[in-house]
C-alpha cells in the first residue's frame, strides 16, 4: 500500500511548498484582534490552500506570536491563491476592520518557504476533532552544506522515521527552508496531545538502542551532521483546521 505522500505524488497532486507566516505582536489587544481576524477568514484560507492551520506560541523565541501554516502544489499555486485572496470581497472588508484605527494589529510579519521532502507525509485532517487543541513542535536541523543536509534527508528516510513512529512520534510535515533563516536546515512539525506525551515520547526516542546506534553510525559516517537546533511549541486555535 503506498504512503500518502507517495499516492499524492503518484497522482500528480502532491502538496510540495508550504508556507509558514509568523505574525509578532505586543501584549494588548493586537493578538484579540488578528485572532478575530484569522477566525472569520478561516474557511477562505482552508478553500484556497491544501493544508492550512493556526497557531500560538506556547515556547517560542517571541511569545506573543501567531503562526500560520499553509500548503500548495507549487509556488505558482500559492500565488494563484493569494491573489484570489485579494480579490475576495469579504476577505476585502474583513481586513480592512483589521488595519482600523490609530494601532496596528501586529508589529510585523515574517515569512518562511519550505520545500516538501521526498518523505514527507500528505497533511490530512483527524476523523474526528479532538477534544482538546493539539500541541505541535516545530524542529529546525541546521547543517552547515548541502552534502550534510543530504546526510540528514538519508537518516531520517531511512532508519529515524521508522524508530520515530515506535516512539510514538509521528511528524506530519517534512521540509527544507528555500527562504528563511539559517539554511540549509530540514524542518519537521510533529503533533502531541499533551506536553506530558511530548516528554514521554521523546524519552523513549532518546533512550531506543537502536536509534543509539543509527547515531552512532551517522557520526562515524558523516561527522555531526546536524549543528544545532532550533525547537518552538505551538498550540492550535479552536478554529484552526489543523488540529
Known sequence: MLSQAAAAQSSGN?????????????????????QQFLSSQASLWKKHSRAFGVF???????AQT????????????????????????????????????????????QRVLLRAAEFSPEIVPLAEKPQRPRYFEIRVYHSPTARQLRLV????????????????????????????????????????????????AWDTFNSDSEWLKVREESITRGGQIVDYQNLSIWRAVPFSPIQ
Open 14 to 34: 502532491r502538496t510540495g511548498v508550504y508556507c509558514l507566516d509568523y505574525f509578532y505582536y505586543r501584549q494588548g489587544d493586537q493578538g484579540t484582534r488578528l
Open 56 to 62: 500560538t506560541a506556547v515556547m517560542a523565541p517571541h
Open 66 to 109: 501567531t503562526l500560520l501554516l499553509s500548503g500548495f502544489s507549487s509556488f505558482e499555486e500559492m500565488a494563484s491563491a493569494e491573489n484570489r485572496l485579494e480579490a475576495d470581497e469579504g476577505f476585502q472588508k474583513a481586513r480592512q476592520e483589521l488595519d482600523r484605527g490609530n494601532a496596528p494589529a501586529f508589529d510585523s510579519k
Open 153 to 200: 534527508h538519508e537518516r531520517f528516510a531511512g532508519p529515524e522515521i521508522r524508530i520515530f513512529h515506535k516512539s510514538g512520534i509521528h511528524p506530519i510535515l517534512y521540509a527544507d527552508t528555500i527562504a528563511g533563516p539559517d539554511m540549509e536546515n530540514l524542518t519537521y512539525i510533529i503533533p502531541f496531545a499533551s506536553l506530558g506525551d511530548r516528554e514521554k
